[in-house]
Structures are given as structure tokens and as C-alpha cells.
């Protein structure tokens, strides 16, 4: 446990520090809020509705290709340590496993679920 | 430790199915014409795959440092994922001509599911049983949403996929508590700390929540709520394969995981799962006398099914658990055949499922009617049809073994089920039809339904054909 | 308490409000942002019981790649107002809540009453099982027909990812 502590350390001084500095700002600053000042700003005109816009569905496809691939990539680093040891046969099935997943991204370019049309 | 050139000639069936499936879509990208025969393509990566079952099908080996059986048990169960599969793919040829379908994407995912289900059936490890689960479950909820452009597909599609991936968490926590008990995951070692495991609350646990689990993909009596909106939402044929295959597939896991611990005589076990098997034979045959549409009523039909196997199961003697395997094939290929035929009336996503629909059908084509009251008497169990024989090993087994009141809800229920199936058989035979639609039926088709309606009447008349078989086979460890 | 514990016991503690959280917050993205400091304090357990690798990937792929996904989906259902999604309590909430209820009693009874004593030998290896090395060795050797598994199980979910959400799919032959 002991070699985390330098760790443990920087994850509890940034996240104090971010804490600490937004209620600074919060608390330092002056504050005189009017009518005008907490209205919507948008180049000078009314804003006509809500500035949530509906996301396509085009950002979920490349997110769950994304994490698909992530979740291949992942599996290259225990390969990676152990490369020597795992010698020919861990590189050829390792390149099954990739060739498999290459399969899968040919199919994705082939019906243009990447394409931003 | 590296895998000899044997090993993979052990699991050669997965590998080729998987491979089917993987030239599918490369054959997609390359060859432009490949739609046109990627249904032959797929039954013969099946009929391959057959082949080196049937090879295998003598020597029982674990291969892949013990991941995996081979031959006997495990092979028994890819020949039958095979047979389903080119069932379903021959079957859905016509139905791929009604709703726009993307053929390959259907096919590829059909074979991938069978690898998947041939995983669960042959795993030796509970690391590759709940691989091949998800593998199986993650092509079903695909499967299920298929037509993406009915809302009611959509449904099913969330709703399978939401209870799944819960049901996965309680399978996963299951696992990792036996692990954490006995310190492996191997199937064999962990039958080899039986019984002293039973006695820790821990492993009894975490039998539980594996239980739970494979009780959700089975769909048994209170883990069933998802099944008939499911079966009503995917495309017909999907459900089929759906209610043999992936049942079969988690009832052979069940089977691998839970034969020796039941037969240890761990009452706390049996009890829960007598109960679950006694809720599932009664809320399956008594939802089932009020449903309209066909595929619903199937889908109650088949979860008393899962009660009746279950308990066989339970009973854990040689007559039981034969029965168990027995009933299991004959469902599986009733199941196919009956949803077959239902998908061969809906012409339109949806539409002709109702009892109604089926009136007269006997007078506007008696080929499909006669193979629909043959299945519905073999899943009622009237004697010249293999669902009889069936049915009275599982519960001779259960007598033998002091179940009595299971015997006896397992009949009463039956009775109830009459109802329902017999309904369906007046409606063909007795009714005139209703409306004029025109029923198109392929070679593809003929060919799956009149083989599915002679197995289930040559394994009524010789069921001793299929029991040396499964006698021969049932020798898990 | 030693330091180990401390840590422990501080980890378990945030990780138990985060995930309350999760389901108390009104706003979606508020509960999908204390899922991520939940999956810290995941990493951070996992650490505990020096399986480091485990902690890196919970982080990489669940706080990072899944959590993306997770904010994608709640802008692309874009729920407008969320109180109109408030649900009234009603039996079926009640029963879920009893159950769930029983369910944690019976795992502590299990798990603090009658904790057994461990009558079959834990892995020897305990101490390096989460290194890096280790889960190589394993995974290329002894489960290499999972692993391989795996990839069919990844390219299964490509394809039912297009199929499902590409937006023009062409449907007919």
C-alpha cells in the first residue's frame, strides 16, 4: 500500500485545490446580480428556445465503436509485458485476435457507420 | 501450456461456425452479388460443423488447459445447435421476402449465437460458460430489436437487453463468490470440493445467484416477465431460435454447473428450485389460457416447458436427467417448427397472429396445418408423439425420487394446458377460414417443417433411438 | 486502524454515498458524474487488493470510454424537463425496496455472522494475481479460448451497433 501514498497524496491536494478555488471565487467576488445581467446573451438577440439540443444519434455509433476498440486496445498491454516470455505463439494469437476485430472494423468503414454525412 | 494442433481439432465446430460467420462479412465487403447465397453459405458451415461433431463425437477431452469439453456431451449439443440453426436460417428464407430484412447481418448473427450457445454447452470453466452466455445474449438482444423499425421490436430489444445485462450481474456475482470459496472456476475442481463446499453459506450463495442467472435466460417463474413481450416483439423465427436454442443452451450449462451439487442433497437448493420449477409449470400453463396472440401463448407454453425439464432436472437420478435431454431436443425442435409455421401465416410484421387468423387453415393448406396440431400434441404430450415420452420420463424420474407433489402439479397443469393447444387445433380443423389472405410457401420451408414434424413423430414412436444416445452420451465428468 | 484500513473504510464510505447518489440526483448528468466518482473509489478498492491492472483499465474504460457514452445517451434522449420522470412511489417500489432490504440482511448475516472459516486453501498466489505480468501469463496460456472468445463476442456487438443505431441502414435486399 505504501508506494500509493505519493499518489493518494496528489489525487486528494488537486481535487482540495480545485474545491478550494472555485468557493474562492465564489465567495470573493462581488456579487450585485440585475435583471439584465442574468438574462441570456445571445449576439444581441432573444434567445427562442432551450440551448439543449437533441445530440444524433451519430455520437452514440462512434462512442460505442470507440469503446469496442478501447476494449481491444486494452488487451495489447498484458500482451506487451509479457511479449519475450509468450514468444511466437502469443504473437500469432494475438494476431488472430486482432484480425478478427480488423474484420469488424472493415465492416464498419464498409457501411459508413463512421461517415459523417 | 500452448495448445496442441488436437486441441483445436476439439473444438473444431465452434471454430467453424465462427469462421462462417467471419467470411460472411468479408465475402460481404468483397463480393457484391453474396447476398444471393449467403443462406447456403451458412448451412454449410453448419453441415461442416456437423461433420467434426460427429468426428469428435467419441473421445471426451477438455481442451485449451481443461477451458473446454470435447465429444460426448458437448458434442451431442452442437450437432442439435447446428440442426436448429439450419432450421431457423431455411425457415426465415421466406420470411425474409415479407419484411425487409438485411440477410447477411441476420445470418452472421444467427451463427454467431450458435457459437455462442455451443460455448455455454461445452464450457469445463465458469469463465467460458459466461462467455459463450454473453456471446448468445448479445446476438439475441441484437436479434431481437432486428426490425428496427417497429416500435414494439424496439421494445423488446431494450427490455431484453436491460433485464439481461442484470440478470449477467447476478450471474457474474455468483461466480466470483464461488471462486472466492473454493479458489477456482473449473467446473471439475469445483465438483471435486463437493460436499464440504455445500456446507459454506458462502458457495451456497453464490450457487444461488448463479442460479438466478441462468434462471433469467431460461425463463423460469419469477425471472420470466421478459420472455413473452420478447417473443412477441423479434421476428418469428428469431423467437424460435430464441426458445430452443437459448434455452437448451442454458439448460446444458445448468446442467454442467448444477447436476452434482443437486445430487449432493443440498435440501436448501433443492427446495428453491423445486419451487421455481412448480411457479413456472403454474403461471406458464395459466397465463397461457388467455393469450390472443400466437406468439405470446407459445411464449407462456414455453416457460412451463422450463418447469417440466426442470423437473427432471431436480430429480437428479438416470431417468431424470435422460428425460431432461430428451425433452430438450424434442422441445427445441417443436418449438422451431410451431414458431415456423406461425411465421409463415404473418405475412406483414405482426400480422395473422391472432388464434383467429388461424381458423380454417386445415381447408386453405393441410400441409400446415397437419405439422401445427402435430406439435401442439407433442407439446401437450398425447402418447404417439414425442412430447408423451418425454414428459413421463421427467416425471417418473420425479417419483422415483420423492417429488410427488411436483409429479402432480406437473400433471394438473398439463390438463390445464389442454385448453390452449386444443383450441388452436379446432380453430385449424373445425372453423371456417376467416379471411383470404394466400399463404406462399417455399421448398426452404417445406423442407425444415417436415423434417422437425417427422422427428417429433419418429422419436414418439422409437424414443429408444434417441435414449441409447443419450445414454451413451450423459456421462458429464 | 492501520493505514490500510483507513483507506479501506474511507474508500468504501465515499463510494457508498456516490452510488446513492446516482440514484437520488434529480439532473442525469449529475448521477452519471458521481457514477465516475464512484468508479474512482472502485479503482481505488482494487488497488487495496494490489490488482492494479484491474483498477487502471476501471478507469480508462469504465470512468473514461463508458462514461462518455453515458453522457452521449442522456443528451441524445435530451430530457427536457427530468420532473416530469419522478415516479410515485407505489406496492411494486415498496416490495422492490423490502426485498432488496432482505437481501442485504441475509448477505450480512452471511458474510459478518457466520463468516466460515476457510476450510479450502485460497490460491497460493494471491499476493501477485492482479500484477500485470501475472494476468498476462494467464490470460495467453491458461485462458486463451476465452480470451480468443472475446474477440468474436466484440465483433458481435460491432455489428449489432450498426445494425441497431446506423441511422441509414438500408433495411431491403
Known amino acids: 500500500?505504501?508506494?500509493?501514498?505519493?499518489?493518494?497524496?496528489?489525487?486528494?491536494?488537486?481535487?482540495?485545490?480545485?474545491?478550494?478555488?472555485?468557493?474562492?471565487?465564489?465567495?470573493?467576488?462581488?456579487?450585485?446580480?440585475?435583471?439584465?445581467?442574468?438574462?441570456?446573451?445571445?449576439?444581441?438577440?432573444?434567445?427562442?428556445?432551450?440551448?439543449?439540443?437533441?445530440?444524433?444519434?451519430?455520437?452514440?455509433?462512434?462512442?460505442?465503436?470507440?469503446?469496442?476498440?478501447?476494449?481491444?486496445?486494452?488487451?495489447?498491454?498484458?500482451?506487451?509485458?509479457?511479449?519475450?516470455?509468450?514468444?511466437?505463439?502469443?504473437?500469432?494469437?494475438?494476431?488472430?485476435?486482432?484480425?478478427?476485430?480488423?474484420?469488424?472494423y472493415f465492416y464498419v468503414l464498409h457501411k459508413g457507420a463512421l461517415k459523417w454525412d | 501450456?500452448?495448445?496442441?494442433?488436437?486441441?483445436?481439432?476439439?473444438?473444431?465446430?465452434?471454430?467453424?461456425?465462427?469462421?462462417?460467420?467471419?467470411?460472411?462479412?468479408?465475402?460481404?465487403?468483397?463480393?457484391?452479388?453474396?447476398?444471393?447465397?449467403?443462406?447456403?453459405?451458412?448451412?454449410?458451415?453448419?453441415?461442416?460443423?456437423?461433420?467434426?461433431?460427429?468426428?469428435?463425437?467419441?473421445?471426451?477431452?477438455?481442451?485449451?488447459?481443461?477451458?473446454?469439453?470435447s465429444g460426448k456431451y458437448a458434442s451431442f449439443f452442437e450437432i442439435l445447435f447446428c440442426i436448429i440453426g439450419i432450421l431457423t436460417i431455411l425457415q426465415s428464407s421466406t420470411i425474409?421476402?415479407?419484411?425487409?430484412?438485411?440477410?447477411?447481418?441476420?445470418?452472421?448473427?444467427?451463427?454467431i449465437s450458435i457459437v455462442g450457445m455451443m460455448v455455454m454447452s461445452a464450457g469445463a470453466d465458469l469463465i467460458s460458460i459466461f462467455i459463450g452466455l454473453e456471446i448468445m445474449?448479445?446476438?439475441?438482444?441484437?436479434?431481437?430489436?432486428f426490425a428496427r423499425n417497429q416500435i414494439i421490436a424496439n421494445e423488446a430489444s431494450l427490455k431484453y437487453f436491460l433485464l439481461g445485462a442484470f440478470a449477467t450481474g447476478f450471474l457474474l456475482y455468483g461466480i466470483a463468490l464461488i471462486y472466492g470459496t473454493v479458489g477456482t472456476t473449473n467446473i471439475i475442481k469445483i465438483a471435486q470440493h463437493y460436499p464440504i463446499a455445500l456446507s459454506l453459506d458462502l458457495h451456497l450463495l453464490g450457487l444461488i445467484l448463479l442460479l438466478i442467472g441462468l434462471a433469467f435466460k431460461v425463463a423460469l417463474v419469477p425471472?420470466?416477465?421478459?420472455?413473452?413481450?420478447?417473443?412477441?416483439?423479434?421476428?418469428?423465427?428469431?423467437?424460435?431460435?430464441?426458445?430452443?436454442?437459448?434455452?437448451?443452451?442454458?439448460?446444458?450449462?445448468?446442467?454442467?454447473?448444477?447436476?452434482?451439487?443437486?445430487?449432493?442433497?443440498?435440501?436448501?437448493?433443492?427446495?428453491?428450485?423445486?419451487?421455481?420449477?412448480?411457479?413456472?409449470?403454474?403461471?406458464?400453463?395459466?397465463?397461457?389460457?388467455?393469450?390472443?396472440?400466437?406468439?405470446?401463448?407459445?411464449?407462456?407454453?414455453?416457460?412451463?416447458?422450463?418447469?417440466?425439464?426442470?423437473?427432471?432436472?431436480?430429480?437428479?437420478?438416470?431417468?431424470g436427467n435422460?428425460?431432461?435431454?430428451?425433452?430438450?431436443?424434442?422441445?427445441?425442435?417443436?418449438?422451431?417448427?410451431?414458431?415456423?409455421?406461425?411465421?409463415?401465416?404473418?405475412?406483414?410484421?405482426?400480422?395473422?397472429?391472432?388464434i383467429n387468423d388461424y381458423s380454417g387453415l386445415s381447408q386453405k393448406n393441410k400441409f400446415l396445418a397437419f405439422a401445427m396440431s402435430v406439435f401442439m400434441f407433442s407439446l401437450i404430450g398425447i402418447p404417439p408423439f414425442a412430447g408423451f415420452v418425454g414428459k413421463y420420463y421427467l416425471f417418473a424420474a420425479a417419483i422415483q425420487r420423492d417429488l410427488t407433489w411436483l409429479v402432480i402439479l406437473g400433471v394438473l397443469t398439463s390438463i390445464v394446458s389442454l385448453y390452449y393447444y386444443l383450441r388452436l387445433i379446432v380453430y385449424m380443423y373445425f372453423r371456417d377460414p376467416e379471411n383470404q389472405n394466400n399463404i406462399i410457401v417455399t421448398n426452404d420451408f417445406k423442407i425444415a417443417i417436415s423434417f422437425s414434424t417427422i422427428v417429433v413423430i419418429l422419436f414418439g414412436i422409437y424414443p429408444s433411438s434417441l435414449f441409447s444416445v443419450i445414454r451413451y452420451i450423459f456421462n458429464i465428468y | 486502524m492501520t493505514f490500510e484500513e483507513i483507506v479501506f473504510w474511507s474508500l468504501v464510505l465515499v463510494s457508498g454515498f456516490a452510488a446513492l447518489m446516482v440514484v437520488i440526483?434529480?439532473?442525469?448528468?449529475?448521477?452519471?458524474?458521481?457514477?465516475?466518482?464512484?468508479?474512482?473509489?472502485?479503482?481505488?478498492?482494487?488497488?487495496?487488493?494490489?490488482?492494479?491492472?484491474?483498477?487502471?483499465?476501471h478507469i480508462i474504460v469504465y470512468a473514461g470510454a463508458i462514461m462518455v457514452l453515458f453522457l452521449f445517451v442522456i443528451m441524445l434522449l435530451n430530457l427536457q424537463d427530468e420532473t416530469k420522470l419522478r415516479e410515485r412511489m407505489n406496492w411494486k417500489s415498496f416490495a422492490a425496496i423490502?426485498?432488496?432490504?432482505?437481501?442485504?440482511?441475509?448477505?450480512?448475516?452471511?458474510?459478518?455472522?457466520?463468516?466460515?472459516?476457510?476450510?479450502?486453501?485460497?490460491?497460493?498466489?494471491s499476493k501477485e494475481i492482479g500484477t500485470v505480468e501475472y494476468l498476462g501469463k494467464i490470460l495467453f496460456t491458461e485462458f486463451l479460448f476465452p480470451f480468443e472468445l472475446t474477440s468474436i463476442l466484440l465483433i458481435a456487438a460491432i455489428i449489432g451497433a450498426v445494425v441497431l443505431a446506423k441511422k441509414k441502414f438500408e433495411l431491403t435486399d
Open chain 2, 96 to 111: 425474409q421476402k415479407y419484411y425487409s430484412i438485411n440477410k447477411i447481418e441476420y445470418n452472421v448473427l444467427i451463427l
Open chain 2, 322 to 354: 435422460h428425460g431432461a435431454l430428451f425433452y430438450l431436443v424434442v422441445y427445441s425442435i417443436t418449438s422451431v417448427g410451431a414458431f415456423g409455421v406461425a411465421s409463415i401465416l404473418e405475412n406483414e410484421f405482426g400480422k395473422n397472429l391472432n
Open chain 1, 1 to 104: 500500500m505504501e508506494p500509493y501514498i505519493p499518489i493518494f497524496l496528489m489525487l486528494v491536494i488537486s481535487t482540495a485545490l480545485a474545491i478550494i478555488l472555485l468557493k474562492l471565487q465564489q465567495s470573493l467576488g462581488p456579487k450585485n446580480p440585475n435583471k439584465e445581467k442574468l438574462s441570456t446573451y445571445e449576439s444581441g438577440m432573444e434567445p427562442i428556445r432551450s440551448a439543449h439540443e437533441r445530440f444524433s444519434i451519430k455520437y452514440y455509433m462512434v462512442a460505442v465503436l470507440f469503446i469496442l476498440f478501447d476494449i481491444e486496445v486494452i488487451f495489447f498491454y498484458p500482451w506487451a509485458v509479457n511479449f519475450k516470455m509468450l514468444g511466437l505463439f502469443g504473437f500469432v494469437e494475438m494476431l488472430v485476435f486482432i484480425g478478427i476485430l480488423f474484420i469488424g
Open chain 3, 25 to 57: 440526483s434529480r439532473s442525469p448528468i449529475a448521477s452519471a458524474l458521481y457514477l465516475i466518482l464512484n468508479f474512482f473509489c472502485l479503482a481505488g478498492l482494487y488497488l487495496t487488493l494490489n490488482a492494479q491492472f484491474i483498477a487502471v483499465v
Open chain 2, 137 to 145: 445474449s448479445i446476438c439475441f438482444y441484437v436479434l431481437a430489436g
Open chain 2, 223 to 319: 425471472f420470466h416477465m421478459w420472455q413473452p413481450d420478447v417473443y412477441e416483439g423479434a421476428i418469428t423465427n428469431v423467437s424460435g431460435l430464441m426458445a430452443s436454442g437459448g434455452k437448451t443452451a442454458a439448460f446444458a450449462s445448468f446442467l454442467l454447473i448444477f447436476s452434482i451439487p443437486l445430487a449432493a442433497g443440498n435440501n436448501n437448493l433443492i427446495e428453491i428450485v423445486s419451487v421455481l420449477a412448480a411457479l413456472s409449470m403454474i403461471v406458464g400453463n395459466i397465463f397461457g389460457l388467455v393469450q390472443q396472440n400466437i406468439k405470446r401463448m407459445l411464449a407462456y407454453s414455453s416457460i412451463a416447458h422450463t418447469g417440466y425439464i426442470l423437473v427432471g432436472i431436480i430429480a437428479t437420478n438416470n431417468f
Open chain 2, 1 to 69: 501450456m500452448i495448445p496442441t494442433f488436437q486441441d483445436y481439432l476439439n473444438v473444431a465446430p465452434i471454430i467453424i461456425v465462427s469462421a462462417t460467420a467471419l467470411l460472411e462479412i468479408v465475402f460481404q465487403i468483397i463480393f457484391k452479388g453474396f447476398k444471393k447465397y449467403v443462406n447456403i453459405f451458412s448451412i454449410l458451415g453448419l453441415l461442416i460443423s456437423i461433420y467434426f461433431a460427429i468426428i469428435n463425437f467419441d473421445k471426451v477431452s477438455m481442451s485449451f488447459s481443461n477451458m473446454v469439453f
Open chain 3, 98 to 125: 423490502a426485498l432488496s432490504i432482505l437481501f442485504l440482511i441475509e448477505l450480512f448475516y452471511i458474510f459478518i455472522i457466520k463468516t466460515p472459516t476457510p476450510k479450502i486453501p485460497i490460491h497460493p498466489s
